[in-house]
C-alpha cells in the first residue's frame, strides 16, 4: 500500500511539473519505470505490457533525455533493455524499475 501510495504521489507530481514547465530526467524516468501500472493493459503477456507502456510514455514523458533513452532500447533485446533501463532508473535516484522486470524479471532470492 505505502509503494502504491508513494506511486501516485509521484505521478501527480510529475503531471504537475509537466504542466509548469520542464520535466526533468529523474521525473522522466519516474515515469517510464512505472509505466506499466500505469498503462490500460488487458493483456497478461509482456510484448502486451511493454507495448501499450510504450504509447503511455509517449504521451507522459516529455524530458527529451529520457525519451532519447527510451526510444535507444527499441531495437535491443528484451535483458539488454532491462540492464540499460535499470543503469539509467539508478542514475535517476530510482531503485526498483518495473518496466524493466516487464522485459527481463530478476531471480527471486
Do not use: D, N, Y
Given at each position: 500500500m505505502m509503494e502504491a501510495t508513494r506511486t501516485l504521489g509521484m505521478l501527480v507530481l510529475l503531471s504537475?511539473?509537466?504542466?509548469?514547465?520542464?520535466?526533468?530526467?529523474?521525473?522522466?524516468?519516474?515515469?517510464?519505470?512505472?509505466?506499466?501500472?500505469?498503462?490500460?493493459?488487458?493483456?497478461?503477456?509482456?510484448?502486451?505490457?511493454?507495448?501499450?507502456?510504450?504509447?503511455?510514455?509517449?504521451?507522459?514523458v516529455t524530458n527529451p533525455e529520457a525519451r532519447e533513452l527510451f526510444a535507444a532500447l527499441a531495437p535491443l533485446p528484451p535483458d539488454q533493455k532491462a540492464h540499460r533501463a535499470r543503469q539509467a532508473a539508478a542514475r535517476a535516484g530510482i531503485d526498483r524499475c518495473p518496466l524493466a522486470e516487464v522485459w527481463s524479471p530478476r531471480a527471486s532470492p
Open positions: 504537475i511539473t509537466a504542466a509548469c514547465g520542464g520535466q526533468s530526467f529523474e521525473e522522466g524516468m519516474l515515469a517510464i519505470c512505472q509505466s506499466p501500472s500505469q498503462a490500460p493493459v488487458a493483456a497478461a503477456q509482456p510484448s502486451a505490457r511493454a507495448t501499450a507502456a510504450g504509447l503511455w510514455i509517449g504521451q507522459h
